[in-house]
């Protein structure tokens, strides 16, 4: 994760107090680092999610107030094992900063401060009692003292030795290390997640460290975050200069749209392209929204035959994301040309709805030895786009979930029920057609199950219970008996999420009289298809989308 450490201490939102409030989430590969992150943020409190082995220099210019030690697979002892850089003790002193090291956090702490970590004799994975030892423990307080909580573990190693200075907070009932604080120096560590909802009383831990420990005030709102980008985009964009902005429909450009807006008014100049990879009559229904609801200056551009002539048996998904990425930026360009001969001035920026979870989606693990590869996905808004692109960009809610860009929404006076549209991702359905998107009706045949799975969804009332419903198209076909007659067709697979960022996910539950009445009516109404299926995968294992 995070290549967003780049975020100094004057790009930092107002409503931080420059910093002065601040908690850095220095990540090591747990996949709940994100939950801490969004967790902290929950609280009232801006937290930043950094690469745990990223340079001091990263780190420049900024004064936490906190710092957490994230999670993560490795163990302290194997060979490259990820930790802090080189003088990140001696920065975190200068700061400071109380610092909590999270089950891989702990043990990178005490390892690095003198103390042993070693295999543990039995490891401790899922629900286990921890029982609050210590008699007036910072981080649950005295009433706690002598009590047991339920947390989740997730370790192989355990603390055999504390460094000087410490003492034990909690013990797992099977003995193990479960808590340690040194308030002197500011260290502290929990040897499980208290971030995930199976620590019941984990929030509240959380909530002693930021507020009693290390004495943070709960003062980042969203309307801080608008206002300061709002300044941030005017001292950016030059007052004779023009922008371009990217509009796919979804929350996230519109978000960023008028937000940008509203900050240089119509030296905003929005492009939604039809790349040949939108829904059922998306077109249609955004271009009428736009102009109705938003008053924002839209051009449509229909570039359908552009892309996809170059995705024309192209198979491999990170390839048609690349393709993807290159094309809308070729778009872009070319429409940024024609505007400098309507106006004079050629667009110096480019305005992308990049939300936080692409940007950490699109980065490497730590750990990994790698520095760009290996990620998730590409995003188009994050991995896709050309070295020598021409254009700059302006990424306003790239530090921002998405529950948090639909709050900002809001005060931006953005429609409601645009607000709540389920998200849509960048390569369209590109990475809903596994394989060739070109092969022969794969597009319209999706479009079309897939408006009569979203539409029968909003018929029950289930819309705003669900994060992302759609349909995919596999590149099989199947036997099946349809009207007496043998018929070799293909397959669709339903996929519906619920979650509350997008980085982990549960599959919803559908009533077997829903599922029944859905697949009938694809069967009967969509030619081509004999098979209907639903993927009732969480993320993790799987991602949201199937490529």
Request: charged share 25%; with cysteine; hydrophobic share 40%.
């Amino acid at each position: 994760m995070g290549s967003t450490a780049a975020a100094s201490a004057a790009a930092l939102p107002a409503s931080a107090g420059s910093g002065e409030n601040l908690v850095l989430i220095l990540d090591y590969g747990s996949q709940y680092t994100h939950l801490i992150t969004r967790r902290v943020r929950q609280l009232g409190v801006l937290s930043l999610c950094v690469s745990g082995t990223a340079p001091l220099a990263a780190l420049e210019g900024l004064r936490p107030r906190a710092i957490v030690l994230s999670g993560g697979p490795h163990s302290v002892h194997a060979k490259g094992a990820p930790t802090f850089p080189e003088g990140f003790l001696d920065f975190a002193d200068g700061a400071g900063a109380h610092v909590l090291g999270v089950c891989y956090g702990m043990q990178l702490l005490v390892q690095s401060l003198g103390g042993a970590v070693e295999p543990g004799e039995l490891q401790e994975y899922g629900k286990m009692e921890v029982e609050v030892t210590a008699p007036s423990s910072a981080l649950y307080g005295e009433a706690e003292t002598g009590k047991r909580q339920t947390v989740w573990m997730s370790h192989g190693d355990e603390v055999v030795r504390l460094p000087e200075g410490f003492e034990v907070a909690a013990r797992s009932v099977q003995g193990a290390v479960a808590a340690i604080e040194n308030r002197e120096k500011r260290f502290y560590g929990l040897q499980y997640h208290p971030e995930v909802t199976h620590s019941p009383q984990g929030m509240e831990t959380l909530r002693r460290f930021l507020f009693d420990v290390c004495g943070i005030k709960a003062d980042w709102k969203m309307q801080d975050v608008l206002d300061e980008e709002i300044k941030t985009i005017q001292s950016m964009v030059g007052p004779d200069e023009h922008v371009i902005c990217a509009l796919s429909g979804g929350v996230d450009s519109t978000v960023a749209a008028t937000l940008v807006h509203k900050a240089i008014g119509d030296r905003l100049h929005c492009v939604f392209v039809d790349n040949g990879l939108l829904r059922y009559k998306e077109r249609e229904r955004v271009m009428s929204t736009f102009e109705s609801d938003l008053h924002l200056p839209v051009t449509c551009v229909d570039a359908s035959e552009q892309f996809l002539s170059k995705l024309k048996g192209v198979e491999d998904p990170e390839q048609k994301r690349k393709i993807i990425g290159r094309e809308f930026i070729a778009v872009f360009d070319d429409f940024a040309h024609k505007l400098e001969q309507n106006i004079g001035k050629r667009p110096e920026y480019l305005v992308q709805g990049t939300l936080y979870p692409d940007v950490i989606e699109s980065c490497p693990p730590p750990g990994s030895g790698r520095t760009h590869s290996h990620t998730i996905k590409s995003h188009h808004n994050v991995g896709g786009l050309p070295k020598d692109m021409k254009l700059k960009l302006i990424e306003p809610l790239k530090l921002l979930f998405k529950d948090e860009v639909r709050k900002l929404g809001s005060i931006l006076n953005v429609p409601d029920s645009f607000l709540k549209r389920h998200p849509f991702p960048g390569p369209g359905l590109a990475v809903r057609v596994l394989g060739d998107v070109t092969q022969g009706n794969a597009l319209d045949t999706l479009r079309q199950v897939d408006e009569i799975f979203v539409q029968a969804i909003k018929d029950a009332g289930l819309y705003d219970k669900i994060w992302q419903a759609f349909a995919v198209f596999l590149p099989v076909q199947t036997v099946g008996v349809q009207g007496d007659q043998r018929t070799h067709s293909n397959a669709v697979v339903l996929r519906a999420i619920t979650s509350e960022d997008g980085m982990t996910a549960d599959w919803y539950y559908f009533g077997r009289e829903f599922l029944v009445d859905v697949v009938n009516k694809i069967c009967n109404n969509v030619r081509g298809i004999n098979r209907v299926c639903q993927d009732i995968t969480s993320k993790p294992p799987a991602t949201v989308e199937w490529e």
